[in-house]
Structures are given as C-alpha cells and as structure tokens.
C-alpha cells in the first residue's frame, strides 16, 4: 500500500487503484454518519475534492491522490457509513480509480514512512 499526507491510502488491484483513508484518519474523524460518493465514469485530476464525508466532530473532503477516471465506487459506505470506522485500510474503500501510468504512485509514502510521518 502507498499513503498521502491526507491520510488517504492506495491499494493496486489488476489495473485499478483502491482508495480509503487510514485508521489514524478515521480515529480523528470519530464516528462517520454520512458518506457522499462521486459518479462511476468521473475523471478526476489530483487534489480535486472527490468524497465528502461527515463525522460528529466534522465535514471532510477526500482528495484524488492521482488523475484518473473513478471505475467503481463502494456504495455500501452510502448505507452504513460507520464501516469507516469498523474497517478503514480493508471493506472500508471508497473508490477505484483508473489511472494511465502506475509509477506515479511510487512518489506516495510507503507503510513505514507514514508511520513516521504520523508518529
């Protein structure tokens, strides 16, 4: 997996790049009680605010970490959005994005330089 600053994580699946927010994330967030979720078939560029999400501490927005097209997003979360909370680096994904060129995630934190970053 690769990290963002903005607590995001990246997870490659055949041609697709899983997206979610880290458990660090979801621990400051405290408990999610709304989700909103971009189209399937949306092109994003990086830092384009994608997800919306709401907690009872605050609103947040998740950022595209890569430019891509949005393939398939987990509309599971819409329903029940506390899985955030339950699974956030596992079933808790929000998006799958389609992106031309893989090694741009190679300029991403791996595991250990986001524990440092977080420490």
Known sequence: MK?????????????????GI???AAEQLGDVVF?????????????????????VKAASDILAPVDGEIAEVNDALVDDPGKVNEDPEGDAWFFKLKIEDLSVLDELMDEAAYKKFVG
């Open 35 to 55: 989700v909103e979720l971009p189209d399937a078939g949306t092109t994003v560029s990086k830092d384009d605010e994608v997800v919306v999400i709401e907690s």
């Open 22 to 24: 880290t458990s660090h």
């Open 3 to 19: 990290f963002t600053e903005e607590h995001e994580w990246l997870r490659v699946e055949d041609d697709l790049v899983v997206v």
